[in-house]
Structures are given as structure tokens and as C-alpha cells.
């Protein structure tokens, strides 16, 4: 078996952990919520369950990867109670990783697309019916989607084949600083355009009439599931990165910074959507159409707007590859742990079964696009994204929750100690009743809540 890696530095551990968590929840997802929901009251709720519901699940998760230093797929088997089956865990993170990657690679796909799309200029005169029609033409298109699909494999797998200092997390620093530049360039370009101040209030300053006109359940429960979802954990996503880091460093103060950078890219993502949106009139509350079909109509009427729509895809693309890469990253880990298989060997293997496996959703828009798998209009990916999203999610952070809370798992004590050790914040004591009982059962409720907004009309 390979001897293990780990990271060159504490930095590169706060990254590729912030990287992992990113992803297009944050800059996709949360800003077309936030512009139905209301702005910046539904903000300052779904950062306080951010505190509440992720941070001490990710504290989690690091914890039982540090102590076991190995991925979810073995983590279990070390950690656990003589005779008990909480190994049986190992099951739904592997299966969360392979699932989230069939259409993940999808999505990656479709933004380096775009980038391409915008340096080619594309959209340039194009109505916005005729914009959309790009979009869905490239639905259409098996042979296209599954090029860029290919695509985005390739570049994940051959940044993980390098390894974990001179890959992974060499990488991963670039990107990320990159895109925080990025980022900041299109923020300051959308808050200095004519008429974006009436966005920047409606984002920054919170209005909690806007609450009433949804009603509180429903945009309560709406910033519970963002603030949950948006770290993908659960599958063990964040453990295997715990495996890599030393004890130097208590994990709840790397989880506060790697929540902390997770939270000011989705915050900057809106501080580009917003101000743009209202300055040009168009509806922040679009859905997931926001960023394919709205933001290049913007593009369209902004000055210079096909240089910014190409700088925008590629920090979308950067966020995309970010996670993409993280993912794989477990996903060779599982393979070297269960089967002591080289790296190299675990790429080869991988990206195979990677390509195979993605070609489901590539061709649930076109040439099996008669296939409903949850009624009338859905499609392929939307399944695999119900089973990651709705059950793996949050049954695995129950796993995780009981895991290190109950005495018939890992146990309260073994967990704070882990997590605890070394310099930094502690996790709270008095935390121990919330957590053992009151966070599962939320972490419960939002799994139930996800079946009967998904199924019950």
C-alpha cells in the first residue's frame, strides 16, 4: 500500500476543505434562493443555521478522519466499537462520492462550455429567447455534452494522478486564488453599474416583511436546507482531508475557517448577481436558469460584458473543478484503503468507471430524455441529485452525529479529544445535549421535509 500523503501546509488544508465545500451550491444554488426568498433576511437566517447545522458536522467528520487516518470507506472500521456495524456507514459515502460525480461532471462540463461560449462571443446579438436557446440546444446536443463531460474528468483525474502536494493541493491554492480574484474583479464591475444600488440594498440590507410573503415556515426551512447542503456533508467528503493534517490545530477553528471562506464566496457571488440583476431589471429569483439564461443576457447589455461573462464561467468552472477534484481525491482514497491499489492504478480504474457512470445524466437531456424518473419533466440527473441531495446528505450526517455523540459508537469523549487537540478554538462542552439530540433530530426533520416537499403536492 502507498505510504500516505499529507498536506505541505496548514493552508493548503484550509483550501482544498473550503475548495471541496464550495462548489456550485454556493455560487449557483444560494443566489437564485436568496432572490426568491427576500434577500438579505433570508441571509441572516441561513447564516445562522450555517453556524448551527454544518459547522459541527464538519467538525465531525474531520474528527473521525484525523483519528482514523483513513477516507470514510475504512474510518469506520477503525474507529468503531468491537462487534458493532457502524462500518455499514462506509456504504453511503462511497455510493454519496460515485453519485455526486455522475452529474456533477455534467454540471463542470457545462461551465467550461461556457467559458468557451463567451470567448467565441456567442451571445453577442442574440435576442434573450435566442439565449436560451443556446442553453437548451446544447441539452440537445449528446455528442457535445459528452465531449465537455470528458473533459472535466480528465483534468480532475490528472490533477489527483499527481497526488496530493504536487496535484491536489498545488491546484487547488491556484484555483482558489484565482477565483477569489476573480470574484472581486466582477464585484466591483456589477456594484459600479448604473442602477445597482437598489441590488445591493435588497441583498445587504434585510427587509423581514419580504419573510411574510412566502411565510416564515417556508423560508426558515429553505435557509435550513441551503446552510445543509451547501457543504456536502455527510458522504465523507471532509474526512478524508482530516486524515491528511496533523494534530496542530484543534478542528473546530479550521472548521470556523473553512466555513468562513465557504460563506464569503457565496456572500461575493450575490454581490455579483444582484446589483447586476437589478440594474438591468431582471427578476434575481429566476431558479437555476439564473446563471445559463439571465447572466448572459446581462452580459449582453453590460459594456464589455462578453470579457466579464468569460471571466465569470471560469470562476464558475473554478468553483466546479474545485469540488470535482476534492471528490476524486476520496474517491481514489477509498480504492487505495479497500484494495491497497497504487495511485496510479486507482486513476485508471476510476476514471474509467467515472466516465461510464456519467454518461446516465449526460444523455437524460437528449436521447433518453423520455425517461421521468420523478414525474413529468425531470430527468435523470435530477434523481441522482435527489438521492445525493435527500437521503445520502443528510442520513449520512445522522450517521456521523451518532457516530460521535453515543456510547454505542465512537463516543462523546473520544470525539472532543480528537477534536480538541491541539492549539485553537475548542468544540463546546455544553454543546453535548444539542448535539447528541437536538441536531439530529433537525438533521431528521430536513430529511423528512425534503420527501414530502418532493412528493407531496
Known sequence: MEKREKFSSRLGFILISAGCAVGLGNVWRFPYITGKYGGAAFVLIYLVFLVILGLPIMVMEFSVGRASQKSAARSFHVLEPKGSKWHFMAILAIAGNYLLMMFYTTVGGWMLAYVIKMIRGEFTGLTPDEVGGVFNGMLGQPGSM????????????????????????????????????????????????????????????????????????????????????????????????????????????????????????????????????????????????????TLPNIFNQMAGGRIFGTLFFIFMSFAALSTIIAVFENILSFSIDLFGWTRKKAVAVNFVAILVLSLPCVFGFNIWSAIAPLGAGSTIQDLEDFIVSNNLLPLGSLGYLLFCTSRYGWGWKSFIKEADSGKGVKFPQWSRIYVSFILPAIVLFIFIMGYVQKFVK
Open 146 to 293: 459528452t465531449f465537455w463531460m470528458i473533459v472535466t474528468v480528465i483534468i480532475g483525474f490528472l490533477v489527483c494522478s499527481l497526488g496530493l502536494q504536487k496535484g491536489v493541493e498545488r491546484v487547488t491554492k491556484f484555483m482558489m486564488a484565482s477565483l477569489f480574484v476573480i470574484l472581486i474583479i466582477l464585484c466591483i464591475r456589477s456594484v459600479t453599474l448604473p442602477g445597482a444600488a437598489e441590488g445591493v440594498r435588497f441583498y445587504l440590507i434585510p427587509d423581514f416583511h419580504k419573510i411574510t410573503e412566502y411565510g416564515l415556515f417556508e423560508v426558515v426551512f429553505a435557509a435550513m436546507g441551503q446552510a445543509f447542503f451547501t457543504l456536502s456533508l455527510g458522504i465523507g467528503a471532509m474526512a478524508i482531508f482530516g486524515s491528511y493534517i496533523a494534530k496542530e490545530h484543534t478542528l473546530t477553528g479550521e472548521s470556523i475557517r473553512i466555513c468562513t471562506l465557504d460563506t464569503i464566496v457565496a456572500l461575493l457571488a450575490g454581490l455579483i448577481i444582484f446589483p447586476a440583476c437589478f440594474a438591468f431589471q431582471v427578476n434575481p429569483g429566476e431558479g437555476p436558469g439564473l446563471v445559463f439564461v
